[in-house]
């Protein structure tokens, strides 16, 4: 009984904290994220001196890092946190430097460049922001959905749709509602954990991380609103549930995520996915192992462990990577015609699906890449026709992985996923996106 009671309440505390949505102040998002805003408003006005602080300490204990010194090598906490390869560490000290321009605020030279509100001013002011408190409560509360059996009993239920539709263990139904109904980033935070901790293959965790990791309702009506067609959220949303699921089904079986080795990164963490002799079941043997998941919780001790670790590690890896690589791809996005060019090859495809403008479709189609909300501002100031906008909004939504975001995040991780690799998964579900939304826009309009 007891082992019963430190299943259900900790995981239904999990759940209702990070996957039933709520309604708040006129729109639906979870419990995590009010608490987050709530206290982001409270201390709004210390936050963005709060992450050039966190972006200060991360730089020079990276650096630090990077020789060895005993009093890291010692200390869990600090290994896993600060120990990265040269190359990271220079994205991190980057990532302070940027962080300092944009904190202090020059107003004239190249400087001002780069703290502008529409690249470095608004990776620090309006996502850093967000995040460095999203991190902090997520950290300490997944926890909650991770060790307490949760995810063993929905993998042993759940194994039987998840594994031959999506390739992956049943266990990753969990990380989808989170994204899907939460945020991305929420997603992404815990199938980083998983893989760590041994659960998933860096091929299951790769999957999940770029096909699973979806925008919330709540940023998809944003984007909606934005293009000027809000009352049209729901068939927009339920394509867009399409395209996902059709996505998902696609891209796990295409090359790059196909050849991800099944391999672990620590031995002996994975579910058998067949019901063993003596279980009557699934969810006998689902029940099973999570008791058996909660016999081996050491107490409070160990969930606060693990929280400030989680926490840690988003706050002095992830943080610093997404102030670098979003404010560069910001830069290349806002003073280049770099992504017009790149988006060229795609006026063509467009004008056979129908697109009625083309050409400003296809030129929001790279800079999704670097934030997935550009291409909607972009769109909804070109003048275009209802169905062109509707069909940017979708595809911007589904293409998912922007480098300001749970790009950024990804790539500051363990996962196994590469740059090129994450730009080559991005095209794939652009294309498969616009493949599926072009004829229903046909229809529609």
């Known amino acids: 009984m007891k082992n019963k009671c430190l299943f259900v309440i900790p995981s239904l505390a999990g759940v209702l904290l990070f996957m039933i949505p709520v309604k708040y102040d006129g729109s639906w998002t979870v419990i995590v994220k009010i608490i987050a805003d709530i206290i982001a408003g409270a201390v709004g006005a210390y936050l963005p001196l709060l992450c050039t602080l966190i972006l200060t300490v991360s730089a020079v204990m990276s650096v630090f890092a990077l020789f060895g010194p005993a009093f890291i090598e010692n200390s869990r906490l600090l290994k896993e946190t600060f120990s990265t390869t040269p190359f990271w560490t220079v994205v991190r000290v980057l990532g302070c430097l940027f962080c300092w321009i944009a904190y202090l605020g020059p107003e004239t030279g190249w400087l001002a460049v780069i703290a502008d509100g529409d690249q470095g001013g608004f990776i620090l002011n309006d996502l850093l922001c967000t995040l460095v408190i999203i991190f902090v409560m997520a950290g300490l509360l997944l926890p909650l959905l991770l ?71 709540t940023f998809s009506l944003v984007v909606l609103d934005q293009v000027g067609l809000v009352e049209m959220f729901g068939i927009y949303y339920l394509v867009i549930v399409l395209v996902g699921i059709v996505c998902a089904l696609i891209c796990p079986r295409i090359w790059p995520l196909s050849r991800k080795p099944d391999t672990y990164l620590k031995e002996g963490r994975k579910m058998a996915e067949t019901i063993p002799a003596g279980y009557k079941n699934s969810r006998a043997y689902g029940m099973a192992l999570a008791m058996k998941r909660v016999s081996e919780h050491k107490g409070v ?141 046909q229809l529609i309009f």
């Open 147 to 217: 060790d307490f059996g949760l995810l063993e009993y929905i993998g042993a239920l759940l194994t039987k749709i998840m594994r031959p539709v999506f390739t992956v263990p049943g266990r990753a139904a969990v990380d989808c509602i989170t994204s899907w109904i939460g945020d991305g980033t929420l997603g992404v935070m815990l199938t980083c954990n998983q893989y760590e901790g041994g659960f998933y293959s860096a091929r299951e965790a790769s999957v999940i991380a770029t096909t699973f990791s979806a925008v919330s309702i």
């Open 301 to 441: 001790g160990e969930f606060l462990k693990s929280g400030v670790l989680n926490s840690a590690k988003m706050w002095f890896g992830v943080l610093p990577t997404v102030m670098c690589i979003g404010t560069i791809a910001l830069l290349i996005a806002n003073k280049t015609p770099v992504f017009t060019w790149l988006g060229l090859p795609f006026k063509p495809f467009l004008s056979l699906l129908g697109v009625p403008e083309a050409a400003e479709a296809a030129s929001t189609v790279i800079v999704g890449f670097v934030d997935m909300f550009t291409p909607s501002i972009l769109i909804a100031g070109a003048g275009v026709s209802a169905m062109t906008r509707f069909i940017v909004a979708v595809v911007s939504v589904t293409q998912v992985l922007y480098l300001s975001e749970v790009g950024g995040l990804i790539l500051a991780s363990r996962l196994p996923v590469n740059l090129f690799e994450m730009f080559v998964i991005y095209l794939e579900r652009t294309i498969i996106s616009f493949l599926i939304v072009c004829p229903i826009a």
